[in-house]
């Protein structure tokens, strides 16, 4: 069974993808960080991440691997751990342009797909349930207000020792959101036959078992 969780930035997939993998005994596949480690290679090696001809000719040179240690996903980027370093603030605004370029995608996609076909898996992102997994068995598309996801990036940030502001922050959300779902590839959207789960005012837990109900009604 494959799970398809799409949605804006700071909806809570992935924590939510995360309690359900748990929960379900499925694999985690977190697709985000995937573009967000293309996005680092290329900030580091000074390229601007909207131009496609010099990100494809570093993609190509570029080794994006995701293993499973510890019971917890890392991203290796060129042999190297990143898994800390792609939540760094710089790198969610250029995720998400790089996100929007064909190149990327069909790379990226080729990868989770080869994943999920192999195993019970969980994915989260912009377009699994519309472009990457469109036969997945069961869809949910989260959501919630600009400024309750804005506060929760926030206050993760600021766990982390980071340097922002909340309005910062939400003016970034607001921008990603209309990059996201402007794009020309893959734009995000709600599938047509995903269910809309609406984050603002429910905990995680309500979330978390909401989602399983539906997801375990559907293995019955």
Not at 55 to 84: F, H, M
Not at 117 to 129: A, F, N, Q, V, W
Not at 149 to 161: F, H, P, Q, S
Request: with cysteine; glycine share 8%.
């Amino acid at each position: 069974m494959n799970i398809a969780i799409d949605g804006p930035a700071g909806a809570g997939k992935s924590t939510i993808a995360k309690r359900l993998a748990g929960a379900l005994g499925f694999l985690y596949l977190d697709t985000g960080a995937m573009y967000r480690a293309v996005a680092l290679k290329m900030l580091n090696c000074g390229i601007d991440v909207t131009d496609e001809k010099r990100v494809k000719a570093e993609l190509d040179r570029t080794v994006i691997d995701v293993r499973y240690e510890n019971g917890g996903q890392k991203v290796y980027l060129d042999g190297v751990d990143v898994s800390e370093n792609i939540r760094e603030h710089r790198v969610s605004k250029a995720a998400s342009d790089v996100s929007a370029l064909p190149c990327v995608r069909v790379k990226m996609v080729e990868l989770q797909r080869e994943i999920a076909c192999k195993r019970d898996t969980i994915l989260d992102g912009r377009d699994i349930g519309t472009f990457v997994l469109p036969n997945a068995e069961v869809k949910f598309f989260l959501t919630a207000t600009s400024d309750e996801r804005a506060k929760r990036r926030y206050a993760e940030l600021v766990l982390k020792g980071a340097n922002c502001t909340l309005e910062g922050i939400k003016k970034d959300i607001e921008q990603r959101d209309y990059n996201d779902s402007h794009r020309e590839f893959a734009p995000l959207k709600k599938a047509s036959d995903a269910i809309e789960v609406d984050t603002t005012d429910m905990s995680i837990e309500e979330v978390t078992g909401y989602m399983l109900d539906i997801v375990n009604g559907k293995k019955q």
